[in-house]
């Protein structure tokens, strides 16, 4: 076990690496830098433009070195903790992000575990029930989860929870506590509006996982264990939680790896419509502005996260399945 | 019958002789139905066994319609793409009646009246019962080029003289909803299906190498795709759609959206075509073709991808739902097309707001065909999967 471990870390090494270089050609990609722009603004607006503060930020962040310096430069500071500077907020980027990448991670995490919640028993009826009604209208519910926008399912439930609920609109708590520190009004609030972006979020990876989950199930309850199981009297509901809902199981954990992605998407796009002060609305801001270093390290940061989403996953999934654990590979 | 006697008077044996010609492989041989059957190409079987999936067949005649229209939008659609009636500004759907004072008129509408509410400065728009407008079928309206190359006025259905046609309602420049989307059509729909073919050659491509080398090419590729599924699709979309200049025209825009849109696609194909090719270049034949000094290319292209290419349509076809998606979002963010081109996703994004919710709800009406186009995909997908699939 230990040695799977250690074998999955060091293969995350090399992945992290060419994330980060993916990243950073793609903040590097659009021509001029964010300070010409900067410059160019602040001249229209007829200010004058401290000549030395350029001159420091361009030299301190390497703007005029070639990329593989400034690619060098930029990953050193990233193991460092040094996440560089955002220059449209005049902060570090550490700074300016802080809350907003646990709020990330707080409303992923809630999602996926809704996303557990609502799919397993879905999942286990569709499969024991094949081509009922039931089946057949879940599915059909799943379906229609997967094919409506995100963002346009926030909005109505927004509009929805404001009227029936008077949930304030936007945000992530009441405005009254923002910047407050936390209390137990504070939670509730927050659990509150944390809801709207779970389910919104949550439908369209709940109607993939129903449908993986109902698959799977699929295949191990036609396996001749069963059949055997059946034949001897065993009854229904202990045929299926003994061996195949387990089997299933398994399934799930390894799932995080293709749903996190999507969740994380999801979040993004949904984030911006609720207003919430996750990572989203910054990071489409800060790509627009060209403010490369915050819009990086925001990318960064979300591709770590299915990284290290997988990794805990893969892992998870090593500790139930022996046979993973023993062959030393990751089975899909 | 009689029995022949013989000399002796003893009974001799019957013998039954056929008189017709010998076939030793009669037992063997097949009804019409059967040989129609074996002798049936792969496409063939192919298309018998998705007739049999009816969920699958209506969803593929809803997508050949709405392909179909695209085709003739101008026709279709009862205004043009831009045409605005500034007198009609938010106007609500109207909806088609059929019996005005208890006598039958057939499809028709009531006009509008417009009234300024001058507490909240909201337009209010009221039904006219006196004024009937009946709708008009294959009529003369509104002048149109079509496809930019010729002009004419015929449409499917035009509003009444000096009536009104707005059975989605108007947006916020007039423009008649239902219009807008008929042609919204044309850009989301062509949208998927370019970028499905840009995924589809570089799936094959990349997998195909992939495959046929093996070794630490396989590798490579293999590790590239994992990288790169693990990225979160759409802030990787969003990152490279703020790439796109700014002064670009709209129509590189949308080259560039697609683009993009494939190239964070191909990776499930090539993953497919990979362990296909892994699969298959240890058959006889490719070994045979080997021998007779075929190149790679020629294997793969001419005796490999044959037998999984059904495969690999029918998958291709479940990834387009997801590429009309990521065009929706990106050009709800507005990252993505800009007007003036017009997709379902440049629509919605002018219900961006609550207010749009509250206020003017039928602003929200080009996600129904998104959601339609994206459902008959997905089942269309599915039963062509399992159709392509020759054992089951």
Sequence with gaps: MLRYIALRLLLMIPTLLVISLIVFTIIQLPPGDYLESYIAELQSQGESVDPEKIAFLREHYGLDKPFHVQYGHWLLGLLQGDFGYSFEFDMPVTQVVGDRLVLTVLVSFVTIIFTWIIAFPIGIYSATHQYSWGDYGLTFLGFIGLATPNFLLALVMLYLANVFFGTSIGGLMDPGYIDQPWSWGKVVSVLEHLWIPVVVIGTSGTAGMIRRLRANLLDELQKQYVVTGRAKGLPPFKLLTKYPLRMALNFFIADIGAILPSVISGAEVVAVVLSLPTTGPMMLNALQSQDMYLAGSFLMFLASLTVFGVLLSDLALAALDPRIRLQGGVRR | ?392
């Design chain 2, 1 to 392: 019958m009689t029995t022949p006697r013989g000399s002796d008077g003893t009974r001799a044996v019957t013998h039954y002789v056929s008189q017709a010609p010998f076939d030793p492989y009669s037992i063997e041989a097949l009804t019409p139905e059967q040989e129609r059957y074996y002798l049936a190409s792969q496409w063939q079987l192919m298309w018998w066994k998705l007739k049999r999936h009816r969920v699958a067949v209506i969803s593929g005649v809803i997508l050949l319609v709405l392909y179909g229209s695209t085709l003739i939008s101008e026709v279709v659609a009862p205004y043009n793409l831009h045409t605005r009636h500034t007198d009609f500004i938010y106007a609500p759907p109207q909806s088609v009646h059929w019996f005005h004072q208890d006598k039958f008129v057939g499809p028709f509408v009531y006009g509008l009246d417009y009234h300024l509410n001058m507490t909240n400065l909201k337009r209010e728009y009221r039904e006219n019962k006196e004024r009937v407008y009946p709708l008009q079928f294959f009529c003369r309206g509104e002048q149109y080029k079509f496809w930019g190359i010729f002009e004419s006025q015929f449409h499917l259905v035009c509003p009444a003289e000096n009536g009104t046609l707005f059975l989605l309602g108007t947006d916020r420049l007039g423009r008649d909803m239902l219009s807008r989307i008929v042609y919204g059509a044309r850009i989301s729909l062509t949208i998927g299906l370019i970028g499905i073919a840009l995924s589809f050659v570089m799936g094959i491509v990349i997998g195909g190498v992939a495959g046929y080398y093996g070794g630490w090419v396989d590798n490579l590729i293999q590790r590239m795709i994992e990288v790169l599924r693990s990225f979160p699709e759409l802030p990787l979309w969003m990152a490279l759609s703020a790439v796109l200049p700014v002064n670009w025209s709209p129509l590189l825009v949308f080259f560039g959206i697609t683009v993009i849109l494939a190239l964070l696609d191909w990776m499930g194909l090539a993953r497919a075509v990979r362990s296909k090719i892994l699969a298959l270049r240890e058959e006889d034949y490719c070994t045979a073709a080997q021998l007779m000094g075929a190149r790679p290319r020629r294997i793969i292209a001419r005796h490999l991808l044959p037998g999984f290419l059904s495969h690999l349509i029918a998958s291709a076809s479940l990834s387009v739902p997801s590429m009309i998606l990521g065009e929706t979002a990106l050009s709800f963010l507005g990252l993505g097309l800009r007007p003036p081109i017009t997709s379902w996703g440049v629509l919605l994004n002018e219900a961006q707001n609550i207010n749009v919710v509250a206020l003017y709800p039928w602003l929200m009406l080009p996600v129904v065909p998104v959601i339609i186009v994206i459902l008959a995909f997905n089942f269309f997908g599915d039963g062509l999967r399992d159709a392509a699939d020759p054992y089951k």
